[in-house]
């Protein structure tokens, strides 16, 4: 692995900069401005207040008004730049404003109120970060429930589909009987049926069988992926014929040769599926609306939608929640990106 | 140990033949060589035996039991694949152990094997490491050593050399020469390599096209081979086989030459035959001798020599003397075959005797 800095001063020929290697920095430059650009705007938005989200033009730090405590004032008062009518500048606190008078008071003498035309002050604020975004709506709107929950359905349902599609995968590639390739063409026949097509009938099952409004209605639906079962089938296709026939030969039953020679050496496809199962789970967003209608069964994506309401949506804290609902995926691929490029690569899928 | 009876096996994908009505009996102990040229079927019969393919006509019978349903988990065989096939996820003692675990033996037991065959094949200094870490003849040592510990009615053999280099082949053939003495199992052994088959086997069995050519101990195969194929395929350099046309009784014609040969009694005068003569029977001949040899090349391997040729009518002729030759390219040589050593193939390819 290269070092950060190394990899920064990388030149076609070692030594001078050339004009493959201008070009190229610039074309790395515009995809890291196109690819990161949004998200650093949405971390550092998810710490402004409302009002800060509110201006226009916006601004690309979160800043906060500062304030002070004055004697004699219940509250902290909030600080401004004022611009006297003598032409002095002094920093005074405002206690109230009336139409475009603003009324303040030097922190220092509390005593006289001062009158000051409204454009004639700008307010005085600083780098702050508003954690109060990612505060109430974690204490106040359960969405520490909402996350528990993602994190439960994605969890148990990434072991349940690989669970499912390596049996399905080893009993189509590996295992021997009459009629493989029917099943083999009905599975790849379902690739083709997204989800909204079945939608209706699915939900009707979930609800008949009293599933509804329960996490398992979200797990159990979705379990057996036509594209993980594809997926690791062409995986084991790959595995020497050899191998399989020793493990046969040294007396090993289909599960153990399952469990004990094909899971272990389908590892690359594994962790294929189980990022992609993963970030299909995270990200799900139709099926859950669905079949989850109390608000104790919201996963997060459901939890953002509803901070958007018809009338008005509460932006800061859907910022907050989404920079929440981002960090575990994140950190799925900064961990795996290795067996992501590599599994890739390897399975051919994208 | 076990002895091994296949009655008319025969194999067929859907409507191709890879195996047509193959008969064998092997003795308990006997060390069996199938041999052939590449897609003459042998690494099916032995997959048949082995019960990896099912038979699709014929009866296979272990100890005069049938075991021709039976899947290969059952029949109680141990063989040794051409990729090894080891286990590359498990160390080596986890591979020579996998079997011994899937039998259910108890745990001491199955160290106890793992031991003996270990040291058996020098394995024990790396029982610890995985496949990808070791050489080729250490890999075949784990092959071996996964089939000796489940001590099977018979070893399997996939041309377990053919992955080898050279020198370590020639070393691994003695070794499976000692470990047939020492364990005595029965082990049937495939493979395309005549001189394999030559030092291995008590028996060779020729196949060709699925069928079986000839079966025989590897000096009654290189003795009397029963067609040209079986003279041609033992032995090395290979036979030469010259056109012939029979004269009068026992006489047959080559170009210009006739000489008297007691086999071809059976041929009528006109007949076509083909004369075959391995490169070690034949002999300069300075003054005269049967026929007249251009010489278009030499190979001088110092304790022996090659000399290649081309006869009067056409035919390349390849002879083998002791020790080292003074003829150069574009010599002409008077060769004699010697009579004993010849051998006389009708049209239809059968050899005449």
């Known amino acids: 692995m290269m070092s950060p800095l190394a990899l920064l001063r990388q030149r076609r020929n070692p030594g001078r900069i050339g004009f493959s290697d201008v070009l190229a920095y610039i074309y790395l430059a515009v995809g890291v401005f196109l690819m990161f650009g949004p998200v650093v705007w949405l971390v550092l938005s998810s710490f402004k207040t409302r009002s800060n989200l509110d201006e226009f033009p916006p601004t690309f730090l979160p800043l906060a008004q500062q304030s002070v405590a004055v004697k004699g004032y219940d509250s902290k008062l909030p600080l401004y730049n004022v611009t006297m009518p003598d032409g002095s500048k002094r920093v005074l606190a405002q206690v109230r404003r009336i139409g475009v008078i603003s009324q303040l008071v030097d922190p220092a003498a509390p005593q006289t109120i001062i009158k000051v035309n409204m454009d004639k002050r700008t307010a005085l604020r600083h780098l702050g970060l508003d954690w109060h975004n990612y505060e109430h709506p974690l204490r106040h709107f359960n969405f520490g429930r909402y996350l528990w929950n993602s994190v439960f359905v994605t969890v148990v349902a990434t072991l349940v589909t690989l669970l499912i599609n390596s049996m399905a995968a080893y009993a189509l590639s590996i295992h021997e009987f009459r009629g493989k390739n029917f099943f083999l063409v009905a599975v790849i026949a379902t690739l083709m049926v997204p989800i909204t097509i079945i939608l209706v009938p699915v939900f009707v099952v979930v609800n008949e069988i009293g599933l509804d409004n329960s996490l398992w209605a979200v797990i159990l639906p979705g379990a057996a992926t036509p594209t993980g079962v594809f997926l690791l089938r062409q995986y084991m296709l790959t595995m020497p014929r050899e191998l399989i026939e020793a493990a046969r030969m040294d007396k090993a039953s289909e599960w153990q040769i399952y469990a004990r020679i094909v899971m272990p050496l389908a590892l690359p496809a594994l962790a294929v599926l189980t990022i992609f199962s993963v970030m299909w789970r995270w990200n799900e967003f139709l099926w859950p609306l669905v079949v989850l209608s109390k608000s104790e069964t919201y996963t997060l994506q459901i939890g953002l939608n509803a901070f958007q309401g018809d009338l008005q949506t509460q932006w800061n804290y859907l910022l907050a929640m989404t920079v929440v609902a981002l960090i575990p995926i994140a950190l799925v691929f900064v961990f795996l990106q290795r067996f992501i490029t590599s599994g890739i690569a390897n399975t051919g899928m994208k | ?353």
Do not use: W
Not at chain 2, 115 to 142: C, F, H, I, N, T
Not at chain 2, 206 to 221: D, K, N
Not at chain 2, 248 to 270: H, I, N, T, Y
Not at chain 2, 316 to 341: C, F, N, P, W, Y
């Open chain 2, 1 to 353: 140990m076990a002895a091994l009876e296949l009655h008319s096996i025969a194999k067929a994908y859907g409507r191709v033949s890879v195996l047509h009505d193959i008969s064998l009996a092997v003795a308990d102990g006997e060390f069996v060589v199938l041999v052939g040229p590449s897609g003459c079927g042998k690494s099916t019969l032995l997959r048949v035996i082995a019960g990896l393919e099912s038979a699709s006509d014929g009866q296979i019978r272990l100890d005069g039991q049938d075991v021709t349903r039976l899947a290969a988990a059952e029949r109680g065989l141990a063989m040794v694949f051409q990729s090894y096939a080891l286990y590359p996820h498990m160390s080596v003692r986890q591979n020579i152990a996998f079997a011994l675990e899937n039998m259910r033996l108890p745990k001491a037991e199955i160290a106890r094997r793992v031991q003996s065959a270990s040291e058996m094949l020098r394995l024990e200094p790396y029982l610890e490491r995985r496949p990808g870490a070791l050489s080729g003849g250490q890999r075949q040592r784990v092959a071996i050593g996964r089939a000796i510990v489940r001590d099977p009615k018979i070893f399997l053999f996939d041309e377990p050399l053919s992955n080898l280099d050279a020198e370590l082949r020639v070393a691994t053939r003695k070794e499976l020469a000692a470990l047939h003495a020492r364990i005595g199992g029965t082990m049937i052994y495939v493979t395309h390599d005549q001189v394999e088959a030559m030092t291995l086997a008590n028996r060779i069995v020729v196949l060709r096209a699925g069928r079986i050519e000839q079966i025989g101990t590897p000096l009654e195969l290189y003795n009397q081979p029963c067609n040209e194929f079986v003279a041609g395929f033992i032995g090395s350099p290979r036979m030469n086989f010259i056109p012939v046309t029979a004269a009068e009784a026992g006489q047959v014609q080559v170009g210009a030459a006739r000489f008297a040969l007691a086999a071809a009694g059976a041929l009528a005068a006109g007949d076509k035959a083909t004369l075959g003569i391995r490169p070690e029977h034949i002999d300069l001949a300075p003054q005269g001798g049967d026929l007249e040899v251009e010489v278009n090349l030499i190979e001088q391997l110092g304790g022996e020599t090659f000399v290649y040729g081309v006869l009067g009518d056409g035919s390349e002729v390849t002879m083998r003397s002791e020790g080292q030759s003074a003829i150069k390219r574009g010599d002409k040589v008077g060769i004699s075959l010697q009579r004993q050593h010849v051998h006389l193939f009708g049209a239809d390819g059968l050899a005449l005797r």
